[in-house]
């Protein structure tokens, strides 16, 4: 069973740049179709990004053009860089494993999440 761990988040100010990392342990994330997802206060989760283990990607509207989703094999993580943050994209973000290309099967797997927070 793959184990996910964030980091990356933190304070940073409206214009900014982040670059999220979640850490894949107990199995190889090529095999894997991955996503990140943010929760704000007093909202629901949503799916900010996500990729295939055949890279293909998809991102929320909100996201487009500012945020990129990718994969270092080489680390076994998955990583999301952030730039033009925007006070509205602040939340807890999460990285979940959705689907085993090995397997076929669906997963649902998460990590504990990391605070961003995009403030002046």
């Known amino acids: 069973q793959v184990q996910l761990v964030e980091s990356g988040g933190g304070l940073v100010q409206p214009g900014g740049s982040l670059r999220l990392s979640c850490a894949a342990s107990g199995s190889f994330i090529s095999r894997y179709s991955m996503g990140w997802y943010r929760q704000a206060p007093g909202k629901q989760r949503e799916l900010v990004a996500r990729t295939t283990s055949r890279l293909m990607t998809d991102y929320a509207n909100s996201v487009k053009g500012r945020f990129t989703i990718s994969r270092d094999n080489a680390n076994n993580t998955l990583l999301l860089l952030m730039s033009s943050l925007k006070p509205e994209d602040t939340a807890v973000y999460f990285c979940?494993?959705?689907?085993?290309?090995?397997?076929?099967?669906?997963?649902?797997?998460w990590g504990q999440g990391t605070l961003v927070t995009v403030s002046s």
């Open positions: 979940r494993v959705d689907w085993d290309e090995v397997s076929r099967r669906n997963l649902d797997l």
